[in-house]
């Protein structure tokens, strides 16, 4: 399975983006989502989840500024990113988790500029 992240792009500092990722082929109900991010020299981090109850969880630095969501009839997960600054340039990653069993996306470029 290979989840479909997109919506990444060139956005100035204040700015928002909507990312989506598609994950096809999976009961995503069942599962965590969640995104993470990876900017340049730097390990994977994680930005958000929500658990299959609706539980969301956020990095402090996500907090008040990203809304994670999905919306499991489309198979779809989404992060909405406000107030964007230029340290949240990177490559974003989402993510499903079942107990053992994960997928990733391949990532969609975001960049901000000052």
């Known amino acids: 399975v290979q989840l479909q992240a997109s919506g990444g792009g060139l956005v100035q500092a204040g700015g928002s983006l909507r990312l989506s990722c598609a994950a096809p082929g999976i009961t995503l109900p069942k599962y965590t989502v969640g995104w993470y991010r990876q900017a340049p020299g730097t390990q994977r981090e994680l930005v958000a989840t929500?658990?299959?109850?609706?539980?969301?969880s956020y990095a402090e630095f996500a907090e008040g500024r990203f809304t994670i969501s999905r919306d499991n009839a489309k198979n779809m997960i989404y992060l909405q990113m406000n107030s964007l600054r230029p340290e949240d340039t990177a490559v974003y990653y989402c993510?499903?988790?079942?107990?053992?069993?994960?997928?990733w996306g391949q990532g969609t470029l975001v960049t901000v500029s000052s």
């Open positions: 993510n499903t988790k079942w107990g053992s069993v994960g997928y």
């Open positions: 929500m658990s299959a109850g609706g539980r969301r």
